[in-house]
Nanobody
Framework: QLQLVESGGGLVQPGGSLRLSCAAS????????IGWFRQAPGRAREGVSC????????HYADSVKGRFTISRDGAKHAVYLQLNSLMPEDTAVYYC??????????????????????RGQGTRVTVSS
């Protein structure tokens, strides 16, 4: 099973920015559909953003639209999630993943689903003054 490694989280003040990274050990993510989801304490997992096998297939949750940007770096075999204008309600553990829904049903379907399975340990984002 593909294992993914998330990094880049941290403590940031409201209005600040972070860039999260998603990579696979020894494997390129260039042709994988990748999604980011998050889980805040006491809350259900929430799809945040995804990028399909075709980089033109990109979607965002309404709660992050205009503030977060997903991208793929083919040279570094990684997928990034740029988090700007962070708010306290963005505090959560962020995970990247790939699964059959992303791969065969598409990014939008995955984003609005309810089943998000982690493939790594996640990276914690805390937004606080």
């Amino acid at each position: 099973q593909l294992q993914l490694v998330e990094s880049g989280g941290g403590l940031v003040q409201p209005g600040g920015s972070l860039r999260l990274s998603c990579a696979a050990s020894g494997l390129s993510l260039d042709y994988f559909a990748i999604g980011w989801f998050r889980q805040a304490p006491g809350r259900a997992r929430e799809g945040v953003s995804c990028i399909g096998e075709s980089d033109g297939d990109i979607h965002y949750a309404d709660s992050v639209k205009g503030r977060f940007t997903i991208s793929r770096d083919g040279a570094k075999h990684a997928v990034y999630l740029q988090l700007n204008s962070l708010m306290p309600e963005d505090t959560a553990v962020y995970y990247c993943t790939t699964d059959n829904v992303l791969t065969f049903r598409g990014c939008s379907v995955w984003l609005h689903g309810k089943d998000f399975d982690s493939r790594g340990q996640g990276t914690r984002v805390t937004v606080s003054s």
